[in-house]
């Protein structure tokens, strides 16, 4: 059951609903109660009308399972059952979650980073000050893009590399992501 939900997530991660919709039922047959796969099939449900909201709530559930939280489920259920199906509504859960995440990672939000940096007039200072001991937050895929762009500017080609990686892991057809690669790794022979 297990790996249907880990396809149904990966599937929801790349747009594809259906195949999505479909994981989270085989998982759903399996164990009919189980509050994970009722949620990804509502999702996935949802997406075909909503897509913005249904990826936000898809990953405030996605963060809230790894933080444990009991009642992200029920959270997601009353949101798309009841009235608060509003976008702003939405991104505003989204938004406090983030600094709750922020302050739990014992991260500093990227453009706190950015500051850092202009504040020690170096990329390379501001970065090695915080490398070991603190985690950098990044919630924007252009502010992603940005960093990987600094890190390959500023000669972390081997760390920018590993960030791409990682993202192509959720965003398989982005084409940023893969040019990038191509360009490091032919950089690399």
Do not use: W
């Not at 500051?115 to 020690?120: A, G, R, T, V, W």
Request: glycine share 4%; net charge negative.
């Amino acid at each position: 059951m297990i790996k249907y939900k880990e396809l149904a997530s990966n599937s929801f991660f790349k747009r594809e609903y259906q195949k999505a919709l479909f994981n989270y039922g085989l998982a759903l047959k399996v164990d009919p109660f189980d509050k994970e796969a009722k949620v990804g099939a509502l999702l996935c449900d949802l997406a075909t009308e909503q897509e913005d909201e249904a990826v936000a709530l898809f990953e405030y559930y996605e963060t809230t399972k790894s933080l444990d939280q009991d009642n992200s489920d029920e959270i997601i259920n009353e949101i798309v059952n009841g009235s608060s199906m509003e976008s702003d509504y939405i991104f505003q859960l989204l938004d406090g979650l983030e600094e709750y995440i922020v302050t739990l990672e014992d991260g500093v939000e990227y453009k706190d980073f950015l500051q850092l940096c202009e504040n020690k007039n170096s990329f390379k200072k501001a970065l090695e000050d915080i490398m070991f001991s603190t985690k950098i937050i990044i919630h924007k895929k252009d502010d992603f893009i940005d960093f990987v762009n600094l890190l390959i500017e500023n000669d972390y080609r081997d760390l920018a590399l590993n960030y791409i990686e990682n993202a192509l892991q959720y965003y398989p057809t982005e084409m940023f992501f893969q040019k990038k690669l191509k360009q490091l790794e032919h950089k690399g022979h």
